[in-house]
């Protein structure tokens, strides 16, 4: 990988969310790009040693359904980053792709599959919700209190 940062659990639970929910476009900040993507490496199978390309695409998509589709990025532009962070790598024909075995990728994505990522978007989706209410609810009220 370009950057073998190793995140805690700690470190995912907090950054991802908003990092998923915040961004618009491919994250500038390298570790929130690692953090992403990490998250798709987690949706493969580190044990299978050859994908093929729609295999590949699929689970890309699959990823960008959950998480992505807020990045406005498509698989394709998301499986060449995967390539360029050396988490993945394409056969000289470009049919077949491979995770890149590397430690600190496993305990990586470890980590992110320990976690409830899908839990964790819900949670600050729900807790900007509650805040946005809250203001709109002080703002009535002091509407109220200037009249």
Known sequence: ??????????????????????????????????????????????????????????????????????LNLDHVT???????????QRSDDGKR???IPDNTLTQNVNVIRALDLEALVSEEQSKRQRNRERYKNTSAIHALIAE
């Open 78 to 88: 998301l499986r060449r980053e995967l390539i360029d962070a050396r988490i993945l």
């Open 1 to 70: 990988m370009l950057n073998q940062t190793k995140f805690t659990a700690a470190e995912i639970q907090k950054a991802f969310p908003g990092i998923v929910l915040n961004h618009h476009a491919w994250p500038k900040r390298q570790s929130d790009r690692q953090i992403l993507l990490l998250s798709i490496a987690a949706f493969f199978d580190f044990a299978k040693t050859d994908y093929r390309e729609v295999d590949v695409n699929d689970l890309i998509m699959s990823w960008n359904a959950y998480f992505g589709h807020q």
């Open 97 to 99: 792709y491979a995770i």
